[in-house]
């Protein structure tokens, strides 16, 4: 039997869904099974989640924030901006061109989905258990444990798919229009499997989304338990709740409140303390060690002391902050190192919209008093200064990189905030505070005002800024989002499911529709011109 990181790098090159490498299936090289026991198998959860949230400059993280956050309305591209990304693309709109961070995140999504379905098929060719010798205890905390992570991988990477690539789910009409994606729910192990897989419709896609994050609710644990789980499955990898909280995004996506309720209603209530919003909004995204933030129900895992890489860094086009930084990026010289090619800050429009710059678009650049008291205004975003060419400028207080930046400027501080070293940092995949959000602008639409004004006061109260003086609306809930999510990939995403018109921010055009195709980005040309089921759809 080959190796495990073998065998990994062997299924690794079946990632595009349209392989055209003959050799490979030759008889001489057919992928063999290295999982000879169930601690063995316990890795093809851990290569799943590594072929998408690996470290570096390309992975399902980084890409899909960047582009996401800068199409939306509250991201502002700096003038003067030179950089080897496609900046002006994203930011404006550019859809109907590739561009490396849709393609990767297309690459990565199918490299997930291919890794998964290997386990899963040696689960499925074995009778629901290749390891008849074990106990029932192992059956059930480990086995179906690890078969459920395989369902929530292989539905998380069709979730990223989706969000990028397929238009906005229509509650009141067809999503049966058009064959888009490739559907893959097996590992293909010849050339004519590999090179024309089934194409989904939209539809075809939510509903396989939402048939793989049931399987994986029923079949996850709700915690990590030492006494009865393998050691590797204590630090980022997914959950019962996990799996809840993607059900909730995919209902909310297709407009089924009554679905996602039920899923926030037990994601909120029901998780028997394990997350709550009784840390500073900090605490999410400082962590470079095994812990986690008492919010954060999933995160991509970088901090492991064997591993010698880190985390994403496409993030640091929107960062203030470089991976580099030290202390949690404190103060400069004290563990600040700032990015020097960022492209992306917190547009003025959106400042305005949450109450946080007074009027920048008249000119008056001054930060309000309920920024000052907001907690994740000092701890996550930073004010600088309009660019200082004096060599001894304060860069935590100035621009310093960029002289054409004339004005005061936001900047997310979200990341590379680790306790010691930027690198390391843990990312927040999914946190609890989106979940009272969501909650709260369904609660409202479906008439339950005090149920709202309840979830928003739980976000509002943990930023210090107390309770909503007035009567919810659902733009409080919107600015709300916007200050506790930005930057975090969510804003597009947001929109599309609220089915809201995605406003112009700082650039000078009208809002378009939340099912507009400028938000839907183009295959790669590659998979389009290597797999025949296109030719024949």
């Known amino acids: ?211 793989d994050f049931t399987t994986a609710k029923g079949l996850l644990p709700e915690r990590f338990d030492a006494a009865l789980h393998h050691s590797s499955y204590a630090e980022g990898r997914a959950n019962r709740f996990a799996a809840s909280a993607m059900l909730a995004r995919v209902y909310f996506m297709m407009g089924m409140d009554t679905e996602a309720l039920t899923e926030l209603d037990y994601v909120i209530d029901e998780n028997g303390g394990d997350y709550d919003l009784s840390e500073d909004p900090i605490e999410a995204f400082n962590r470079d060690d095994e812990t986690r933030g008492n919010e954060v129900i999933w995160y991509a895992y970088y901090a492991d002391p064997i591993k010698t890489s880190g985390n994403t860094l496409e993030l640091t086009s929107m960062n203030l902050q470089s991976y580099t930084a030290t202390n949690g990026g404190l103060t400069w010289p004290d563990g600040y190192a700032r990015i020097t090619w960022n492209q992306f800050a917190l547009s003025y429009d959106a400042l305005q919209r949450v109450g946080w710059m007074t009027d920048p678009e008249n000119g008056d650049y001054t930060i309000t008093a309920e920024a000052l008291e907001d907690k994740r205004f000092l701890q996550l975003y930073k004010k600088l200064e309009p660019y200082n060419p004096d060599p001894e400028a304060d860069p935590s207080v100035y621009e310093t990189v960029y002289s054409q930046v004339t004005t005061p400027v936001v900047w997310s501080d979200k990341y590379y905030r680790g306790k010691t070293t930027g690198f390391k940092t843990n990312i927040p995949l999914i946190r609890l505070a989106e979940m009272y959000l969501t909650r709260s602008l369904l609660r409202l639409r479906n008439g339950n005002t005090a149920g709202a004004t309840s979830d928003l006061n739980m976000i509002r109260n943990r930023a210090g800024i107390g309770d909503l003086a007035t009567a919810i609306t659902e733009d409080d809930i919107h600015n709300e989002r916007i200050k506790e999510l930005a930057f975090e990939g969510d804003r597009t995403d947001y929109l599309r499911s609220a089915k809201l018109d995605i406003p112009p921010g700082d650039r000078n055009i009208s809002a378009v529709p939340y099912n507009d195709a400028s938000l839907v980005w183009e295959l790669p040309q590659r998979e389009l011109d290597l797999n025949s089921s296109y030719q024949s759809n």
């Open 1 to 211: 039997m080959k190796n495990l990181k073998i065998y990994i790098l062997i299924i690794l090159s079946l990632w595009v869904t349209s392989c055209d490498n003959e050799d490979f299936f030759e008889a001489t090289n057919p992928p063999e099974n290295p999982w000879l026991n169930l601690s063995e198998f316990e890795k093809a959860a851990a290569g799943a989640y590594w072929g998408g949230l690996r470290s570096g400059w390309d992975n399902i993280i980084g890409g899909p924030r960047l582009v996401k956050t800068c199409q939306s309305d509250i991201a502002r591209l700096l003038p003067g901006t030179s950089a080897n990304i496609p900046f002006s693309e994203m930011y404006n709109r550019t859809s109907d061109f590739e561009i490396d961070k849709t393609t990767n995140a297309f690459r990565n999504a199918y490299r997930m989905i291919t890794i998964a379905n290997s386990g899963l098929d040696f689960i499925n060719d074995n009778d629901g258990n290749p390891y008849p010798s074990i106990g029932e205890s192992d059956i059930e905390n480990n086995l179906r444990r690890i078969e459920g992570e395989l369902y929530f991988i292989r539905g998380y990477a069709y979730y990223m798919l989706s969000t990028i690539h397929l238009p906005a789910y229509n509650p009141d009409g067809s999503n049966d229009s058009e064959k888009i994606l490739p559907i893959r729910t097996q590992f293909d192990d010849n050339l004519d499997g590999a090179k024309s897989p089934d194409l989904g419709t939209v539809e075809d896609i939510y509903s396989l989304m939402i048939s």
